[in-house]
């Protein structure tokens, strides 16, 4: 990966996932810095990943190539305004948001018209290095930036590009607000385990255990279809076979192209708000 020198601004959970992967993969700690206006998580940053800090976000971004955009996204603009203001431009800087809902022409504004930028959409799985990120960058972005966007992204997990920033939304819908659409099943089992007489903790491990051994086998089998993979696990006339036609007839997936129809139209409704 290329070693460019690299700020987070905004050194929460997300940022802190990213350096950890950053670092694990070898990344040089004298080329991250972390700005954060309070302390104790630059601290705990420095001491574990050796890492440069700093309360003060525009000496970070005038020391590096690359500046992460990491705050929420209801502060970024009077970030970006006081960055730019004390910088006096952000010329020479790639930057990149992983900022939920801002869209890339929002962003060049808030950076007082600044064009080098990349946006990408991590989940929450990020946290645990599991993530699934969405990017997408304008024409103008040249590929070693892309690839670049591309690394630091995959220090969390897998990323995938899309073409029309439109298609982040797409990425929302199926990723970003998708762990919760598997907790929620997981919780549908797990309540109708309890309910035939297992325990919480005996009907938790029965769901947690299937979904973990269901997702390996997704992804150790890529020449099978999902459905190739359900069809395998279910016989004629069997078990498995009386419930998923019971899922099937009561409508589960035009229930779930509605789902994520809705979380496509409220993302795009929260760009505006931003
Ligand atoms: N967590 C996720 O799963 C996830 C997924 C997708 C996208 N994201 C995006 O990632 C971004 C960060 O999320 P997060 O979960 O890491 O949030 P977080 O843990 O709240 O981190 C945000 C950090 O920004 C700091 N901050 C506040 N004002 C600042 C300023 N003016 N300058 C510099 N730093 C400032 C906060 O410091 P204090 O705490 O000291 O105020 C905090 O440490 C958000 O835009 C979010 O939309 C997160």
Redesign the pocket.
């Known amino acids: 990966m290329q070693q460019r020198s690299i700020a987070f601004?905004?050194?929460?959970?997300?940022?802190?996932?990213i350096i950890a992967g950053l670092r694990q993969a070898g990344y040089p700690a004298d080329r991250i810095l972390a700005?954060?206006?309070?302390r104790p998580?630059l601290d705990e940053l420095a001491q574990q990943f050796g890492i440069g800090i700093t309360q003060d976000?525009a000496k970070a971004a005038r020391a590096s190539e690359v500046i992460v955009?990491?705050?929420?996204?209801q502060?970024?603009a009077?970030?970006l305004a006081?960055l730019v203001s004390e910088l006096g431009s952000l010329e020479g800087k790639l930057l990149i948001?992983?900022?939920?809902?801002i869209r890339i022409e929002r962003l060049s504004d808030m950076a007082g018209g600044h064009p080098r930028i990349i946006r990408t959409?991590?989940?929450?799985p990020?946290?645990l290095g599991l993530g699934m990120t969405g990017l997408y960058a304008p024409a103008a972005i040249d590929a070693e930036d892309r690839l670049y966007a591309e690394q630091l992204m995959q220090s969390v997990g897998k990323t995938l590009w899309v073409e029309q920033e439109a298609g982040i939304n797409g990425v929302i819908a199926a990723a970003?607000s998708a762990p919760a659409y598997f907790f929620l099943f997981m919780q549908a089992i797990a309540e109708q385990a309890e309910a035939m007489g297992f325990s919480p903790q005996q009907a938790r491990l029965l769901v947690q255990q299937t979904a973990l051994g269901a997702a390996a086998m997704v992804e150790q089998n890529p020449q099978l279809s999902l459905q190739a993979l359900r069809e395998q696990v279910t016989s004629k006339g069997g078990t498995t076979a009386e419930a998923v036609r019971t899922f099937q007839e009561q409508g589960l997936m035009p229930l779930t192209a509605q789902a994520m129809q809705a979380a496509v139209a409220r993302a795009a409704e929260m760009e505006t708000l931003f």
Do not use: D, F, Y
Not at 121 to 124: A, E, F, Q, S
């Open positions: 601004i905004g050194a929460g959970n997300m940022s802190r996932s700005a954060n206006p309070s998580k976000n955009l990491a705050v929420k996204p502060l970024m009077t970030m006081q948001s992983i900022a939920a809902g959409m991590p989940n929450t990020s946290l970003g």
